[in-house]
Nanobody
Framework: VQLQASGGGLVQPGGSLRLACAAS?????????IGWFRQAPGREREWVSS????????DYADSVKGRFTVSSDNAENTIYLQMNKLRPEDTAVYHC?????????????????WGRGTLVTVSS
């Protein structure tokens, strides 16, 4: 597995979770940019956030801006997604993916390497 997302679980509305995306050496060499996507049952995949592992500003979907924070720990080859103030509509399977270039990172088409997802359920 080149990219593995973890950290999902059940959380109450208003709670927090931190997801981790562990990248293999292959994934690290594959692409500089990491994106987080999510897919809820019966809905299309949705871009959440993206970041360059070597610096630069992160980008967020409007639906998560101000609540989610993406960061990169290059020593651990891990990208984190800190999710605060979670809402029921954040319930989905979250995936991380790697892209080679910086263009079009809000589209899943930019990403050539995908990892297994982790389920986040926000419910009381």
């Amino acid at each position: 597995v080149q990219l593995q997302a973890s950290g999902g679980g059940l959380v109450q509305p208003g709670g927090s979770l931190r997801l981790a995306c562990a990248a293999s050496k292959f994934a690290v060499n594959y692409g500089e940019y990491i994106g987080w996507f999510r897919q809820a049952p019966g809905r299309e995949r949705e871009w959440v956030s993206s970041i360059s592992r070597w610096g630069g500003s992160a980008d967020y979907a409007d639906s998560v801006k101000g609540r989610f924070t993406v960061s990169s720990d290059n020593a651990e080859n891990t990208i984190y997604l800190q999710m605060n103030k979670l809402r029921p509509e954040d319930t989905a399977v979250y995936h991380c993916a790697a892209a080679r270039g910086a263009r079009g990172l809000r589209s899943s088409d930019a990403y050539g390497l995908w990892g297994r997802g982790t389920l986040v359920t926000v419910s009381s």
